[in-house]
T-cell receptor, first 112, second 117 residues
Framework: KNEVEQSPQNLTAQEGEFITINCSYS?????LHWLQQHPGGGIVSLFM???GKKKHGRLIATINIQEKHSSLHITASHPRDSAVYIC??????????????FGTGTSLTVIP | DVKVTQSSRYLVKRTGEKVFLECVQD?????MFWYRQDPGLGLRLIYF???????EKGDIPEGYSVSREKKERFSLILESASTNQTSMYLC????????????????FGPGTRLLVL
């Protein structure tokens, strides 16, 4: 069983639509990261959350620690938002070994 | 801006060859990571290093080794490449801030697509 589950795996949307990507996790965490990977491979960090909600432009990320769930929302989606979105959870600081667990990603395609 | 560079974007090697993947970061980060990314499996940690000459195994270290002789450089070595090591390899680095480590952003390189024939 994966420690991090994302849904949906694939998502196609029309330009302008509101998009939600979900992430559920099963381990205790210190933080949750949302990452974006464009075709070609490079990964950039969008958000780091340990509680509540963060907003950056048209992107909004929320986390519910009690329910072990996070969502990434994209408002007024645009074709340039087409990418793979990856949820990663960071283990608590005192735990040894691997520091992060990654979801398998959600592939988003926004059609003009 | 943090810059993480990887020595090759694409690499084709033959089974049994020794393969070196190099990663360099320019922000004086203590922590560096090597991942592989495969369809349906997400990113999996191979090795990480929290300081020069220090290394720890990740989840899938078999068939790999690493070297960290200088702070800015973290090398991944495939001692004898096999076809099941065909994958996308991603390097990342992160500043070290003690117990707040895991709340720090990882910065990723562009990735190396390795094909082992």
């Amino acid at each position: 069983k994966n420690e991090v589950e994302q849904s949906p795996q694939n998502l196609t949307a029309q330009e302008g639509e509101f998009i939600t990507i979900n992430c559920s996790y099963s381990v205790g965490i210190s933080a949750l990261h949302w990452l974006q990977q464009h075709p070609g491979g490079g990964i950039v960090s969008l958000f780091m959350l340990s509680s509540g909600k963060k907003k950056h432009g048209r992107l909004i990320a929320t986390i519910n620690i009690q329910e072990k769930h996070s969502s990434l929302h994209i408002t007024a989606s645009h074709p340039r938002d087409s990418a793979v979105y990856i949820c990663a959870v960071a283990k608590r600081a005192w735990e040894t070994g691997n520091q992060f667990y990654f979801g398998t990603g959600t592939s988003l395609t926004v059609i003009p | 801006d943090v810059k993480v560079t990887q020595s090759s974007r694409y690499l084709v090697k033959r089974t049994g060859e020794k393969v070196f993947l190099e990663c360099v970061q320019d922000m004086d980060h203590e922590n560096m990571f090597w991942y592989r990314q495969d369809p349906g499996l997400g990113l999996r940690l191979i090795y990480f290093s929290y300081d020069v000459k220090m290394k720890e195994k990740g989840d899938i270290p078999e068939g790999y080794s690493v070297s960290r002789e200088k702070k800015e450089r973290f090398s991944l070595i495939l001692e004898s490449a096999s076809t099941n090591q065909t994958s996308m390899y991603l390097c990342a680095s992160r500043v070290s801030k003690g117990t707040a480590n895991n709340q720090e952003t990882q910065y990723f390189g562009p990735g190396t697509r390795l094909l082992v024939l």
